[in-house]
């Protein structure tokens, strides 16, 4: 479906103004502007001639183009279809978005077209959805399957490109279409980054078996269906950052040895084991995250050996179905199961709605049993059912906690907007949480090292408890390392006080704390959250 600017009548009467081609529509004989509106054009030109955004240098121009390209990563879980827009798109156009979106950048005018064509380095994310081209249904009963359509998108991709480094982004049911991705293949020596996800009922990575011993630029790989059997990966010089994803295979040949970011993006209790089992052959490894843990209540009793791990950063990331009793009693197994001597970053989650029910004595016990008190310097609590008088508990045990994110349960207001007044002890963010983080002469100082607090909250605390909070925080002597940090996203349907908001004004103007206070519309990022889930937070 060609693409056609707003206001296409308008912009071919410029061009005839432009060309010094006058036209029976725009100039009269004397050659002056007809009064029929023309003057509005050469305004709508001079506009468009005079734009700030024609004043910014090409590399801002493609940094631009690169953060609002539509699709940055490709998973299962992150189904493309709620990203694609909702034009009656072609199927091949729906299976290559990032293709589409250049395509559609080049035709706003000749210069976003020439830098565009001309910059390999937009050319270099390769994103192919196999899925949205045809069903196997639809296959078994001859619907064609596009194969040299998809092989023709990526061809451009692969000149375009030159010889910059590639990343691979693959989603695939596995129908025949390894001709679709030949060229890719072919290519596999400038891959950086592949994130390849196929079926894991009927596919396999049998198209890919031509990359092995031709990877010598990968860094960051992220896999699906990886079997026993499979070493199209095994040698692979720069691989540091391993993805798996279900199902988990308990011995995938891989350059164990180097890893040192391991992350499990789909889980399920029963592949635990094989999955702790990996950890014994990564001697490298600094980063370890259960990006989607599932757990069930109606799943067997799982029996999991000791870890004795010295990873830095280490995040859990639950998904619950009935957040029932026996749910948690699965989580806290799994977290009684590892002690760690070197952890400084540690991150809770719940991947849903709903909260799950955190015992604080289990995460005690796991700051006992390893040296958390010594070394741990963030903490991110997200969607997790907690009180204030718990997480003090906790953060009495962690002394040189830099940085603290937190939030109420419940990513959701619907569900809990009814129930603020009855139900208080739903609330994390509460005046006895502010209460307990605040410095006082005559108390022993809590987490004295403290220097970021984030929160994602339904505002459930009175204004001066949280600036009597950061107040206490940033007194002399406290924040030598710079500004104090607090920003606040507050939930959708939620005020902010004026006074809170008065308050956290003043201490910026006289340069004492950074703050970010504003309405979470989309479940944002943590407000000091890095780019990627490893790097450190910024101080």
């Not at 192919?128 to 639809?138: A, G, I, N, Q, S």
């Not at 007194?475 to 006080?497: E, T, V």
């Amino acid at each position: 479906m060609a693409y056609t600017p707003r206001g296409s009548s308008q912009l071919q009467t410029i061009f005839n103004l432009r060309s010094n081609r006058p036209s029976d529509a725009t100039v009269d004989e004397h050659g002056q502007l007809a009064p029929s509106g023309d003057r509005s054009v050469l305004q709508y030109h001079g506009d468009i001639v005079s734009a700030p955004i024609r004043t910014l240098p090409d590399e801002m121009l493609l940094e631009i183009f690169h953060l609002c390209s539509p699709l940055q990563h490709l998973t299962y879980y992150n189904d493309w279809r709620k990203y694609l827009p909702g034009d009656p798109l072609s199927k091949v156009q729906r299976a290559t978005p990032r293709y589409q979106y250049l395509l559609q950048l080049a035709q706003v005018c000749a210069s976003w077209r020439s830098l565009i064509m001309d910059s390999p380095a937009l050319w270099t994310k390769i994103e192919v959805d196999f899925t949205h081209l045809v069903t196997r249904k639809e296959w078994a009963m001859g619907e064609p399957i596009l194969a040299a359509e998809i092989f023709a998108v990526c061809r451009v991709f692969l000149e375009r490109s030159a010889i910059a480094p590639l990343q691979i982004h693959l989603r695939s049911s596995l129908l025949p279409y390894g001709a679709a991705v030949d060229g890719m293949v072919q290519q596999s020596h400038r891959w950086t980054h592949a994130k390849i996800w196929c079926d894991s009922q009927s596919g396999d990575l049998t198209a890919l078996a031509s990359v092995r011993g031709n990877l010598p630029l990968l860094e960051n790989l992220h896999v699906s269906n990886l079997r026993d059997d499979c070493n199209f990966f095994e040698v692979a010089p720069r691989l540091t950052e391993l993805t798996l994803e279900e199902p988990i295979a308990p011995h995938p040949r891989l350059p164990w040895g180097q890893i040192q970011t391991l992350s499990y993006a789909h889980l399920y209790s029963d592949e635990l084991n094989d999955a702790l089992s990996h950890l014994s052959r990564c001697p490298q490894l600094a980063n370890l995250a259960f990006l989607r843990l599932y757990v069930c209540d109606r799943d067997p009793p799982v029996v999991l050996p000791s870890v004795v791990s010295d990873v830095r950063s280490l995040a859990f990331g639950f998904f619950v179905e009935s957040y029932s009793t026996e749910e948690s009693a699965i989580v806290t197994e799994f977290l009684g199961c590892f002690t760690l001597r070197r952890a400084h970053t540690l991150r809770l989650n719940t991947v849903d709605e709903a909260p799950l029910f955190w015992h604080h004595r289990a995460f005690l016990a796991l700051c006992s049993r390893s040296s958390l008190h010594g070394t741990l310097q963030t903490l991110q609590i997200d969607n997790l059912a907690i009180s204030a008088t718990q997480l003090l508990e906790c953060l009495s045990a962690l002394p040189r906690l830099e940085t603290l994110s937190v939030s109420d349960p419940s990513h959701s207001p619907s569900s809990y907007r009814n129930s603020i007044a009855e139900n208080p002890e739903k609330f994390l963010i509460t005046d006895v949480l502010l209460r307990g983080l605040t410095l006082t002469p005559d108390t022993e100082d809590l987490v004295p090292h403290l220097h970021t607090f984030d929160c994602k909250t339904f505002m459930q605390f009175e204004a001066s408890s949280y600036l009597d909070f950061i107040s206490s925080r940033v007194g002399p002597g406290r924040n030598a390392g710079g500004p104090f940090q607090s920003s606040i996203l507050y939930f959708r349907d939620i005020q902010a006080s004026p006074l809170l908001v008065q308050g956290l004004g003043q201490l910026i103007q006289r340069q004492e704390l950074r703050s970010r206070l504003e309405r979470d519309h989309l479940n944002s990022n943590w407000p000091t959250e890095p780019a990627h889930a490893f790097e450190d937070n910024p101080s």
